[in-house]
C-alpha cells in the first residue's frame, strides 16, 4: 500500500511518517509538504491513502481533496488538523473523508485507523486493480491523441473514430490560464474540476493541449445548452484558481473533421476576450494585505511573504494590488514605512536607529538614504524641522 503524507509542518510529517513506517513497514510512505507536491505524487504514483492537513499555504486540505477526487475516485483520506471546527469536520466529511484527526495524534489512534482501511484498500484492491489500470491508460491514450488531432496534428495513421465515436454530437470548451509561472498545480486544478463537471453535465472528457490552454469535449445530458455548464465552471474556478482564466466555448458540433478549424476559431476569439480574475482575491484580498502590512511593518514585507498570506500567485497579486492601490507594492510598503517614521519622529523621543527597526529597516544608514530620497532631508533634520516636507 501507498500512502502519502501531505503537511506544511516538517516536525508533524516526520511524526506521522515514523509512526507508519514502525508500524506497517511493508508498506510504502511518501511525503509532501504542500498541496502542489502532493498533486505531483498523486500524478506519479499509485497512492491508496493520504493523510493531509487541513490549513495550508495556496490550497487547503479539503480542497485538495474536493479537486483530486474526480481522478482518483479510489483513494480514502483521513484529514488531520490542529483545529475541532465542526464546519471542518462536516466538510471532511461530505467529501468522503474517512476520519478527521486531531494534532497531536496518537499514536494507537493513527495505526487503528491505518489497520482499519489496509483492509478496505486490499479488497478493493483485488477487485478493481486490473480494470483500473485499463481504464486510466485508455484515458491518457484517448486524451492524447484529442489533444494532437485539436491541435491539427498528424495522427500517423490513428482513426480517431472508436475514441470518440459515442459523441456524434458535442461541444468544445477551451479553459487558458494567463500567468508566466509554473502551472503544473493549475492544469490539475482545471482537469479535474472540467472533468467533475462535465460528468455531471453529461459525457465526455478533456485534454491538455498546451502549457496554458486545456480543451474539453462534452455531450450534453439534457440539451438545456451550455450555459449553466459554463457558468458553474467559471463559479468553481474563481473558487480554486489564484491566476486569471478564460473560458472559450463552441456551438454544437456534428462533424468531427471540424474539431481542429474550430479550435483556431477559439484561440483567436480567446485574443480578444477578457480573463476572468480571481473573485475572491479581488478587493478583499488587497484590504487584508494592507491590514497585514501596517500591522507587520517592522517585519520583512516581501511580495513573495504577502501574496502568501492571501493566498494569492505573486505575479497575480502584484497585478491586482497595482490595480488597486494605484501604485507598486514595493513602492506601497516604502510609503507606509516611511509615513510611519515622520509620525515617530515628531511625536515621539526615540532614537532615529529605534524608529528605523520599528518601520522594517534594521540598517539606519539604509534607512537614512531612503528618508532622505523620498522626503529631501536626513531624519535628523525632518526631526529638528517641522516645516520638512512630507511625502
Known amino acids: 500500500m501507498n500512502i502519502l503524507v501531505v503537511d506544511d509542518e516538517e516536525v508533524i510529517r516526520s511524526g506521522v511518517e515514523r509512526t507508519i513506517r514502525k508500524a506497517f513497514p511493508q508498506h510504502r510512505v511518501v511525503m509532501a509538504d504542500s498541496p502542489e507536491a502532493a498533486v505531483e505524487l498523486l500524478k506519479s504514483l499509485p497512492i491508496d491513502l493520504v493523510l493531509t492537513d487541513v490549513l495550508m499555504p495556496g490550497m487547503t486540505g479539503l480542497e485538495l481533496i474536493e479537486i483530486s477526487r474526480g481522478r482518483h475516485s479510489h483513494i480514502k483520506w483521513i484529514v488531520i488538523s490542529a483545529y475541532s471546527e465542526f464546519a ?13 484527526l486531531l494534532k497531536p495524534i496518537g499514536k494507537d489512534t493513527l495505526i487503528g485507523k491505518i489497520k482499519e482501511l489496509e483492509l478496505e484498500i486490499e479488497k478493493e484492491n483485488e477487485r478493481n486493480k486490473e480494470a483500473q489500470l485499463l481504464s486510466r491508460n485508455l484515458r491518457f491514450l484517448r486524451e ?70 486545456l480543451l474539453g469535449l462534452v455531450t450534453l445530458r439534457e440539451e438545456q445548452g451550455l450555459g449553466p455548464l459554463i457558468e458553474q465552471m467559471r463559479s468553481h474556478l474563481k473558487r480554486y484558481l489564484k491566476i486569471p482564466f478564460q473560458v472559450v466555448h463552441s456551438d454544437r458540433i456534428t462533424d468531427l473533421d471540424a474539431v481542429p478549424e474550430q479550435v483556431k476559431r477559439m484561440r483567436k476569439s480567446s485574443e ?29 514585507l516581501t511580495l513573495e511573504k504577502v501574496s502568501s498570506v492571501v493566498y494569492l500567485n505573486p505575479v497575480y497579486f502584484s497585478q491586482l494590488f497595482k490595480q488597486k492601490t494605484s501604485g507598486g507594492f514595493k513602492e506601497y510598503v516604502t ?10 519622529l515628531r511625536d515621539s523621543e526615540l532614537k532615529i536607529g529605534e524608529i528605523a527597526e520599528k518601520v522594517g529597516y534594521p540598517d539606519v544608514r539604509h534607512f537614512s538614504q531612503i528618508f532622505r530620497k523620498k522626503a529631501g532631508c536626513t531624519p535628523s533634520e525632518y526631526r529638528q524641522n517641522t516645516t520638512a516636507p512630507t511625502l
Open 88 to 100: 471542518y469536520a462536516k466538510e471532511a466529511v461530505r467529501l468522503g473523508a474517512k476520519d478527521y
Open 335 to 344: 510609503g507606509l514605512r516611511l509615513e510611519r517614521a515622520m509620525e515617530l
Open 272 to 300: 480578444s476576450q477578457v480573463y476572468d480574475h480571481y473573485a475572491s482575491g479581488g478587493e478583499k484580498a488587497v484590504e487584508v494585505a494592507i491590514q497585514y502590512i501596517r500591522s507587520h511593518m517592522a517585519s520583512e
Open 144 to 213: 492524447a491523441i484529442f489533444a494532437r488531432w485539436a491541435s491539427d496534428l498528424d495522427l500517423g495513421g490513428i482513426d480517431l473514430a472508436p475514441f470518440v465515436g459515442n459523441h456524434p454530437y458535442f461541444h468544445l470548451i477551451m479553459l487558458r490560464l494567463d500567468s508566466e509561472t509554473d502551472l503544473r498545480l493549475e492544469h490539475f486544478i482545471v482537469e479535474n474540476v472540467m472533468s467533475e463537471l462535465i460528468d455531471t453535465a453529461g459525457d465526455g472528457f478533456v485534454a491538455s493541449i498546451d502549457s496554458k490552454s
